[in-house]
């Protein structure tokens, strides 16, 4: 059985990128293929402390657990949930791919040069590293898909090429390479891989950690101010509704929202809006879905107890310590520690 693994770091609340780009694409994936797959969706608590929580970590942990259930996670038996530092072969197998992985590699890392502020000294360790922690997180399962959106594409491709190494240095086949990141986009059912925009610099992406309130919409944001963000989301003066990322990213991105959450293809929403002239409508358009999308997700989520979440981490994190450390133990024979 193939394994469709992911995570989203629980720093703070999380935006509507995370749950369009990471989120929702589990939960969906999940409901397809949760009898014929093995579906882990963990929780990086490890990953979580390299920069400041805000907020109560434990909170965080169990709110981000119950986004994927309000996203329509189903519970069964083949799906795994868990967090990172319950599973401690995570740490481990890091420190073994930690001496396969270069210095060249990972501070090659867009996410490390992006949250270093291009590699400064006083950034953290755990900042430069983290992307091996990933590697362990996904290899130790031998996870074929890894459903994320686009800025994690390049910690997926090293993953790959630290498993390839592993293996070629150990003369046998440990680590399942995860699949190239086209194959993920394709998996996932998107051309490529997604990228919600920041609303009020659309060049950027949309970060959970973003400093400026108006720049994303939170999961947990009330619908009528998460209205207002997207009536003063930064568009052009253009005066075309196109889906044009290169020249009119605002534009582009408020259609891609918009086609997401009407489950329409962007051909489609782009046509409905191709010749208006004038953004009022189409941003109106866009402010409303929002709002709707958000009053029934917090129904949904509130909904859910914290038992139901606590009772599938109990589970899971037997099972992902059994399978985790079976894998732990292959890669510490192959480097002579066993
Ligand atoms: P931070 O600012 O703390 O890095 P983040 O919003 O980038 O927060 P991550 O925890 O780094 O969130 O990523 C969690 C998941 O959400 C990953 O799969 C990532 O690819 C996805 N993701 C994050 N931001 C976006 C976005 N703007 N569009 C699509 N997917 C996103
Ligand atoms: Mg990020």
């Known amino acids: 059985m193939e394994t469709i693994l992911t995570g989203v770091r629980t ?11 990471a989120i929702r694409p589990m939960a969906e994936l999940a409901k397809k293929y949760h009898k014929t797959h093995k579906i882990n969706v963990f929780v990086p608590d490890l990953h979580t402390i390299i920069a400041d929580v805000q907020g109560d970590l434990q909170a965080n942990i169990i709110r ?4 994927y259930l309000a996203a329509g996670l189903p519970i069964h038996d083949n799906i795994l949930v868990y967090r990172q530092s319950y599973v401690p072969a995570h740490s481990e197998l890091t420190w073994i791919l930690n001496c396969t992985a270069t210095m060249g590699e990972t501070s090659r890392m867009i996410q490390y040069k992006e949250k270093s502020d291009g590699g400064k000294e006083t950034a953290n360790v755990g900042i430069f590293d983290y992307p091996v922690l990933m590697a362990a997180d996904i290899l130790l399962y031998s996870a074929k898909y890894v459903p994320v959106g686009e800025d994690q594409f390049q ?10 190494r592993f293996n070629h240095r150990a003369g046998k086949e440990i680590f399942l390479p995860p699949s190239i990141t086209s194959e993920q986009a394709e998996f996932m059912g998107l051309s490529s891989g997604l990228r919600i925009r920041d609303l009020q610099n659309p060049e950027k992406k949309m970060d959970k950690s973003s400093p400026n309130a108006n720049s994303k919409i939170m999961l947990s944001d009330e619908p009528a101010v998460a209205s207002k963000k997207i009536m003063s989301a930064t568009t052009d003066n ?3 509704i196109d889906y044009d990322m290169f020249n009119q990213p605002g534009i582009s991105n408020l259609l891609q929202i918009l086609s997401l959450l009407t489950d329409t293809t962007l051909e489609n929403v782009t046509a409905v809006w191709a010749g208006e002239d004038s953004y009022g409508a189409f941003k109106q358009n866009v402010a409303t879905v929002v709002s709707d999308f958000l009053t029934d997700f917090q129904a949904k989520y509130n909904s859910i ?25 292959e890669a510490q024979k192959a480097v002579g520690l066993r």
């Open 238 to 240: 253009l005066a075309k």
């Open 64 to 67: 981000s657990l119950k986004y």
């Open 305 to 329: 107890d914290d038992k139901t979440v606590l009772d599938l981490l109990e589970k899971g994190e037997k099972r992902a310590n059994e399978i985790a450390k079976r894998k732990l133990l």
């Open 155 to 164: 910690h997926l491709e090293l993953t790959r090429d630290l498993a390839l």
């Open 11 to 21: 720093n703070g609340e999380l935006t509507l990128g995370n749950f369009l780009g």
